[in-house]
């Protein structure tokens, strides 16, 4: 899977921030909402800001809910719809204007029409040779810049590289999603009477044996794994999948377990593209660089942190004032 089409799929989940899951996962816990709750606040009444990177709009919400009747844009690269998946913050979301397919190496937008350009963990998955000149340009003389990405030296990188490992092994080594797929027809054969005779029912035995122990696989390895949340979730729905068979036609199963697959298959792609896109404090001192040759001032660099883990980078600057 390409990562444009797993961050497709990735938003079109019932899911506000790019962390946490489950149905209508509310948006970033204080260690990140903090500092954007000060941010927000201190800009003027009515203030016009770009969300870059939006995704479903977790950091516009909290420009919504923590500015002063702000004017909120969200824009993303990928086909975004919050409206339609999303089921917390619907008020809020209302709100917010959502930019979907736009890359942010090339803004649809006249420069200088915002008083604040914003991302959190989005802007270093472009090409910020060209993504950070746009920023600049459409902020408006006297507007501010605040950018929150991933680093690449923190907690949440380190464990993404584990939990990469816990979807390899649940699609790859165990293999778990095709044993399914294999299993629940050949059970259901035999239930339905489409399979007849003995070898019919030894081979429906040898898969559901297969299934079963790669059930067993993926729950050994969940008490202990990176990602567990994902194995139990994948654990949990082919169970019930397989204990609800006689409820389901084969196609619909067939459809169900694709289904399955394919969102482990964006997640494993999200996290790859995290790894690849995470910054060093290092190459965040190259973007405090590149934004003074633009032009911006009063740069300063930060960092977010669950207690003693880091978790990100932040830099925020400030557009000169004609």
Not at 21 to 37: E, L, P
Not at 78 to 87: G, H, K, N, T, W
Not at 120 to 139: M, N, T, W
Not at 174 to 190: K, M, Q, S, Y
Request: net charge negative.
């Amino acid at each position: 899977m390409d990562e444009r089409k797993a961050w497709d799929l990735f938003w079109s989940y019932d899911r506000l921030a790019s962390f946490g899951t489950g149905r209508g996962a509310g948006n970033y816990g204080q260690a990140i909402a903090s500092g954007w709750r000060d941010f927000f606040a201190a800009l003027p009444v009515g203030a016009r800001v770009m969300d870059l990177a939006t995704g479903n709009g977790a950091i516009a919400v909290m420009a919504v809910e923590a500015g002063d009747n702000l004017d909120v844009t969200g824009a993303d690269l990928a086909s975004v719809r919050p409206a339609a998946f999303v089921s917390k913050g619907k008020s809020a979301l209302a709100k917010i204007r959502f930019l979907s397919d736009t890359p942010a190496e090339d803004l649809p937008l006249d420069g200088g029409s915002f008083d604040a350009v914003v991302s959190q963990y989005g802007i270093e998955y472009s090409d910020l040779e060209r993504s950070v000149p746009e920023a600049v340009r459409i902020l408006a003389p006297g507007g501010r810049l605040r950018f929150a990405c991933h680093a690449a030296e923190g907690s949440v990188a380190a464990d993404t590289k584990r939990a990469i490992k816990d979807a390899d092994f649940l699609l790859d080594e165990v293999e778990l999603t095709r044993h399914a797929a294999t299993c629940i027809p050949a059970i259901l054969n035999v239930e339905r009477g489409r399979a007849r005779g003995a070898f019919a029912q030894v081979e429906a035995q040898e898969q559901y044996r297969k299934f079963r122990e790669a059930l067993r696989l993926v729950a050994e390895r969940a008490r202990s794994a990176a990602d567990a949340d994902m194995l139990a979730s994948v654990h949990r729905s082919l169970t019930d999948l397989f204990q609800q068979r006689k409820s389901h036609s084969e196609s619909e199963i067939g459809s169900k377990v694709d289904a399955l697959r394919l969102e482990v298959e964006a997640h494993r792609e999200r996290e790859r593209a995290l790894l690849g896109a995470a910054l060093s404090a290092d190459e965040m001192g190259e973007m405090a660089e590149r934004l003074d040759a633009l032009g911006l001032r009063q740069i300063k660099q930060g960092e977010q942190r669950n207690g003693d883990a880091l978790i990100g980078h932040v830099i925020e600057a400030v557009s000169f004032a004609v």
